[in-house]
């Protein structure tokens, strides 16, 4: 028993064991309970940055238990699993930070930090997934830890809302699990290889595998939102503001989106799955979802619901990216993953912060924020110009790499739909930013208790919308660097396809 | 026919009786009876099966069951009866709800 | 075959009920301990039980030492080590739960004592038979005294529901014994593997089996055989209706599969498929039923017929791999739902308590019971089968059977089932998250009960991860090894 065997169960006992203690702690222990949150976040980022260090220089983590005859519980550390893991124990951090901060003095804090623990703890768990059932595990976990917080404010709009997410998820288990199986009877393995482990077969199974791979993409899709499968989503914008930003961000979409780039990569292959013509089907339906989620962002004057469909169109980029052949496209989508991840819980913490120092929800409400609240307006319109594409911030690397991939292989009408995405992008952030910044805010205007003393809102609440978008800028504008996702999302593309 | 034919198809009459009481009749102390039927045909059934050996001494291992067999229809019967009268003194009926209403 | 090493603990697996059942009976005032110290002492017996089945494969011992022809046989294999540990398991646990659970009623725990532990002893000899006469006494020992347990709740739903169960179950009984007359009659022996090996396909050999069969599938109250379960394990005392759910039905499951496994090969086809049908059918039946009950206890019931339902699934199996994987499966899943079913039931137990019994009357329980509310979702979880749990690793080998012999059917209803009971689970769950309009004065409820509920409900968890010396457990002198080709 060594390192590389223990620190995959490490970094999700980081995690787990802090939320498991929560859940027992009193409501009123509210130091003890903020600091066990913050050093759970703080080891698991410490020791995925650890693992990330090990993997660059070669090291390989990978532990094992038997669940059934044939198929383990497997936790393997791949350059893509640290891609999700380095952002989710990141944006955790910053979102415990900014949870304690959303949360003070409302009521069942303790249940609720207790489910966020397990929801990181199972989104580290599929990224680290070696094989399906793995990987169905932590993803199972995820619906039913993220179901408590959806519905924590106990409302019965939050119960509907709920009970959406859940038939949603559950169903696309199903699906998922029914595919597993299948493929399980097909192939005899579930394990994970860096280009598939399928095109052996025999040509006679490949139509189903194709029925195989409508399921799986089904199963997946449900989280990553793909059109039409999106529903849930706009609906489980009740839940409190961290919890937005954690399903939008980190945590449930993501894994969806990670979902569809394991199967694509990991179980298929990128040229196994163009052979069998279901790459292009998959790019359609992800073009389809990124113009419809943006085209309905245009119709949304709640803020909430204008970023959920913006999600929805964004997450698609990453689907996109993986179906479109060859190895520039897929650094476009598999980078989006970071980025798209950075961006948009910006994007929410803002949008949280509105509605809680201001009050304001609506976007025709937003007249004047900039002025009474210039930093978490200033954050919101970093990230909203980086999710439109500009230069030289995070969308514009992702955008460029899909654009670049799409024109290599010859895909041209995908640059079409970028070019239209992000019209429609500018469509629904630019007024925003307009009324945000150029409309005289109403009179008088009435400033809400939570104030932060000479700060504009508290400084749980300031500082991660501020970090997240100085990081916006900081992997666009340092994106060559060594250390930049851009780099190492290259490093994992390579892996995908034959020298 | 021989006399143990006989004996074996009188108890699956018996048996067939019985059940056919248990689930006709509502009246629980009719239900109790219809059983202790059926366990009359079941012990016969036992009975008359049992092989015989050279000499005409039947196998004493049938006979054993079927005592075994009665003491654990007392027993039964009087759960049975105690139940039934229970049932009548909460209910006020001694019998059984149609399961579809409850 | 030598029972050397494992009759002591045969013996004591059948005895240490026995006399705590006898002792809690003529000294009522020490019922506060003994049931638990008898709990306890039998758990540590059985693992070690297990330890050596799964060590030296089967162990069996001839009871006064006379031998298998005319004296009575003991086996002990794998399947049986499994059915005496998810018993084991379930009585401690309830019998740590019926102490709380009793404790306010005049008479304390003494009836509930003695008689679970008349039926635990029932059961360990059930699961220990090699005689089908055996059996058939371990049956009625079984059948008389969860009647008993059920009529203990006292109410009239109880009492009728206790009467109707009674008269099922020695009916079904009756037909048993039929069948086993005729088996004894066919073959000269009562012995269950001396009659398969002397049994010859027939008229009469199938009629017997058919018997067996029905009393069987009438007991385990598979669809369309049910009716009388709902309203005997919703009436009765909480930690009752967990003895009943986790264990009573799956008495005779055991039987019907030693038999199926041991008796008549030349059945297996035609029958198995009827019965694997009738399971499919009971999935589907029973899982729709929980899902329109407003009764949380009802809900638990018809969720138990839906899931005896995915024991019997196994039948329709005809190949050796396939069979074999699924039976794995089903017995993984006897032990995981026992856990569940018991920890389900003990939620319940405590929701009522605390004032309420309807999914309407759920108002924030999850604020004031936090732990019964996590036992009932976490036991749920296993009930759906979904990941991190037991049941997920169960409902998996059934399902990567039923896909191996490319039953889609059989695919279908798996995984629609675990789907329905996710809903009705969460049924349950999402109203207890909201405020409810006429907020009620709660009762305070110990304690111990709602500890114990969560501990059992942790268990079906970790049975999750740490299944694979249990699945080797179960194959340990082959139960399912020999017999499963249609001909050998």
Known sequence: ?499 | MTGAELYALTGIALFVIGLHGLIRYAHLMRKILALNVTGAGVFLVVAALAERGQDGTPDPVPQALVITGIVVAVAATGLALVLMLRVASATGRAELPDPRSE | ?488
């Open chain 3, 1 to 488: 075959m030598t029972g050397a090493d494992g009759t002591p603990l045969i013996v004591a697996a059948l005895l240490l009920p026995l006399a705590g059942a006898a002792i809690a009976f003529a000294m009522p005032r020490t019922t506060r301990w003994v049931g638990i110290a008898t709990a306890v002492v039998l758990l540590a017996v059985v693992v070690m039980l297990c330890g050596a089945v799964g060590a030296g494969g089967e162990l069996s011992h001839a009871v006064g030492g006379w031998g298998a022809p005319l004296g009575i046989a003991l086996r002990v294999d794998g399947l049986s080590a499994a059915m005496l540990l998810t018993t084991a398991a379930v009585s401690l646990a309830v019998a740590a739960y019926g102490r709380s659970y009793f404790r306010d009623e005049s008479a304390g725990p003494a009836g509930f004592t003695p008689l679970s532990m008349l039926l635990i002893a029932g059961l360990n000899a059930l699961f220990v038979s090699g005689d089908l006469f055996n059996v058939y006494v371990t049956l009625e020992v079984l059948g008389l005294s969860a009647a008993a347990l059920v009529a203990r709740a006292g109410t009239p739903e109880a009492l009728t529901g206790a009467m109707r169960y009674l008269l099922v179950t020695v009916a079904a009984s009756l037909v048993y014994l039929l069948g086993v007359a005729l088996l004894y009659h066919l073959t000269g022996t009562l012995d269950i593997r001396l009659v398969g090996a002397r049994l010859e396909s027939g008229a009469a050999a199938w009629s017997a089996v058919g018997l067996i069969g029905a009393a069987m599938l009438l007991k385990s109250a598979v669809f369309p055989l049910h009716f009388w379960l709902p309203p005997a394990h919703a009436n009765a005392p909480a930690p009752v209706s967990a003895l009943l759910s986790a264990l009573v039905v799956k008495a005779s499951l055991y039987v019907l599969l030693r038999v199926w496994l041991d008796v008549l090969p030349a059945a297996r086809a035609d029958f198995g498929a009827v019965v694997g049908a009738l399971g499919c059918a009971a999935v589907l039946w029973g899982s729709t039923q929980a899902l329109r009950q407003d009764q949380l206890k009802l809900l638990v019931a018809y969720s138990t017929v839906a899931q005896v339902g995915y024991l019997f699934i196994p039948f329709a199996f005809t190949s050796a791999a396939a069979a074999g994987t699924a039976w794995r499966g089903a017995v993984y899943l006897v032990l995981c739902h026992a856990l569940a079913k018991t920890a389900m039931f003990m939620s319940v137990g405590n929701i009522q308590l605390f004032g309420g019994d309807r999914i309407g009357e759920l108002d924030r329980v999850v604020q004031r019971l936090p732990l019964t509310m996590a036992a009932f979702a976490v036991a749920g979880i296993t009930v759906a089968g979904l990941p991190p749990s037991g049941g997920f690793v169960a409902k998996w080998l059934i399902l990567e059977a039923a896909v191996q012999e490319g039953r889609w059917f059989v695919s279908a209803v798996v995984l629609v089932g675990g789907l329905l009971a996710s809903i009705y689970v969460f049924r349950v769950i999402g109203p207890a998250f909201t405020k409810g309009a006429q907020p009620r004065q709660p009762r305070r409820v110990p304690n111990a009960m709602e500890w114990v509920a969560f501990a059992v409900a942790l268990a079906t968890v970790l049975l999750g991860f740490f299944g694979m010396p249990l699945l080797e457990l179960i194959d340990a002198g082959a139960p399912f090894g020999n017999a499963l080709e249609p001909e050998r």
């Open chain 1, 1 to 499: 028993m060594n390192a590389t065997f223990l620190l995959p169960v490490l970094i999700l006992l980081s995690s787990l064991v802090p939320g498991m203690i929560i859940f027992f702690l009193p409501e009123e222990w509210r130091t003890a309970r903020t600091a066990l949150n913050l050093f759970g976040a703080v080891l698991k980022v410490l020791l995925v940055g650890l693992v990330a260090l090990g993997i660059a220089s070669g090291e390989a983590y990978e532990t094992r238990l038997p669940l059934v005859p044939g198929v383990d519980l497997a936790l393997v550390i791949d350059p893509l699993a640290i891609l999700l893991s380095v952002l989710s124990a990141v944006l955790w951090l910053v979102t415990t930070i900014y949870a304690v901060g959303y949360l003070e003095g409302s009521p069942d804090r303790s249940r609720f930090f207790g489910f966020f623990s397990i929801c990181v703890t199972a989104t580290v768990g599929v990224a680290m997934a070696g094989n399906l059932v793995t990987f169905l595990l932590f993803y199972e976990l995820l619906t039913l830890s993220t179901y408590p917080l959806v519905v924590h404010r106990g409302t019965e709009v939050a119960r509907r809302a709920g009970r959406a997410y859940l038939f949603y998820t559950l169903t696309g288990g199903v699906l998922l699990l029914a595919g597993i199986a299948w493929l399980y009877g097909i192939a005899g393995t579930l394990e994970f290889a860096p280009r598939g482990f399928l095109s052996e077969l025999p040509a006679d199974v490949h139509p189903e595998l194709t029925a195989i791979f409508v399921l799986l993409i089904a199963g997946v899709g449900v989280k990553a939102a793909l059109v039409p499968l999106h529903g849930w989503l706009p609906q489980a914008m009740v839940a409190p503001a961290p919890v937005s930003a954690l399903l939008h961000a980190v945590a449930v979409v993501k894994a969806g989106a990670f979902g569809i780039v394991r199967i694509v990569q990991n179980v298929y292959g990128v040229e196994f799955s163009e052979e069998l013509g279901v790459a292009g089907p998959l790019a359609a339906v992800a073009s389809v979802t990124i113009v419809y989620g943006s085209l309905r962002a245009l119709q949304q004057n709640d803020l909430k619901r204008r970023l959920a469909f913006s999600t929805v169109s964004q997450v698609s980029y990453i689907a996109l990216g993986v179906a479109i052949a060859g190895p520039i496209a897929s650094i476009g989508g598999l980078v989006h993953l970071v980025h798209q991840g950075i961006m948009k819980i910006t994007l929410f913490f803002c949008a949280g912060n509105f509605a809680e120092t201001l009050g304001v929800h609506k976007v025709d409400e937003m007249r004047g924020v900039g002025r009474r609240m210039p930093w978490t307006t200033g954050a919101f319109t970093v990230a909203a110009c980086g999710m439109i594409g500009l230069p030289p911030l995070a969308g514009f690397v992702s955008k460029w790499y899909l654009g670049l991939g799409a024109a290599a292989v010859g895909d041209s009408w995908v640059i079409l739909i970028l070019i239209v995405s992000g019209l429609l992008n500018a469509g629904y952030f630019l007024p925003i930013l307009y009324i945000a910044w150029f409309e005289a805010p109403p009179e008088p205007a009435e400033q809400t208790p939570r104030s932060g003393g000479r700060l504009e809102t508290s400084w749980q609440l300031l500082l991660p919308p501020v970090a997240t978008a100085a990081l916006t800028l900081i992997v666009g504008l340092f994106a060559a660097a060594p250390w930049s996702p851009l780099r190492w999302v290259q490093l994992v593309a390579s892996l995908g396809f034959a020298e």
